[in-house]
């Protein structure tokens, strides 16, 4: 079935540091990707998504890139502030961006110090 | 304009006892996902309404049932509380056939003793 793998947490960086999170999936066909933020006590934010392999999703700093060839949509920033501290989701969904279903990450929380 | 409003934001209900929490979506759209998010977990996709009919549902008991108003506003029920389903309840809206995503509230915070 569909799956979004994405790396363990918590990380730690100090303010200005370049940030990755990996994000790998499998699902059949061609999935849409999205990278959403939940700050504490609040819900979900997208923050960005790709439709189809080779788009590169971008907003306020943070890329990712849709590779369908290692089925990975890794989120990156060059370099990061203190109020990027939240946790971040890797998703997909195999019906579009707003019919189907997503399925979720299981969250990597992100913790910058100044 | 106000986005995906949901309440209550938190309550605490007993074992076995019987729960309904509020999502009114974001003005223009029509589509209305329930998703469940365990304590340092991803959301689960519980279900999906549009046209007042549960279009998509997930891996969930019987147990969770909800219902679509004409007015695009939803309801999640849950019955026969069990400890397990404590949780943050999130409602994400968004329009149909038209792919610019979800939007979610901030959730209701359930807690079963």
Request: charged content about 15%; aromatic content about 12%.
């Amino acid at each position: 079935g569909n799956s979004v793998t994405q790396m363990e947490g918590p990380v730690t960086l100090s303010e200005e540091a370049f940030l990755t999170i990996n994000c790998t999936y499998t699902a059949t066909g061609y999935p849409s990707l999205f990278w959403y933020v939940q700050y504490p006590g609040e819900g979900l934010q997208l923050l960005l998504k790709a439709t189809k392999a080779d788009d590169k999703g971008s907003n306020k700093g943070f890329e990712a890139t849709y590779r369908k060839e290692t089925t990975s949509f890794h989120l990156e920033k060059g370099s990061v502030q203190v109020s990027d501290s939240a946790v971040y989701f890797c998703a997909l969904s195999n019906y579009g961006g707003s019919q189907g279903n997503l399925i979720f990450g299981k969250g990597t929380k992100l913790s910058v110090k100044p | 304009d106000a986005g995906v409003t949901q309440s209550p934001t938190h309550l605490i209900k007993t074992r076995g006892q019987q729960v309904t929490l509020r999502c009114s979506p974001k003005s223009g759209h029509d589509t209305v996902s329930w998703y469940q998010q365990a304590l340092g977990q991803g959301p689960q996709f519980i279900f999906q309404y549009y046209e007042e009919e549960e279009r998509q549902r997930g891996n969930f008991p019987d147990r969770f049932s909800g219902h679509q108003f004409p007015n695009y506003s939803s309801e999640l029920n849950v019955n026969a509380l069990l400890l397990g389903d404590s949780a943050l309840y999130l409602c994400a809206s968004s329009r149909a056939r038209l792919n610019y995503g979800y939007t979610f509230g901030s959730g209701t915070r359930l807690t079963v003793v």
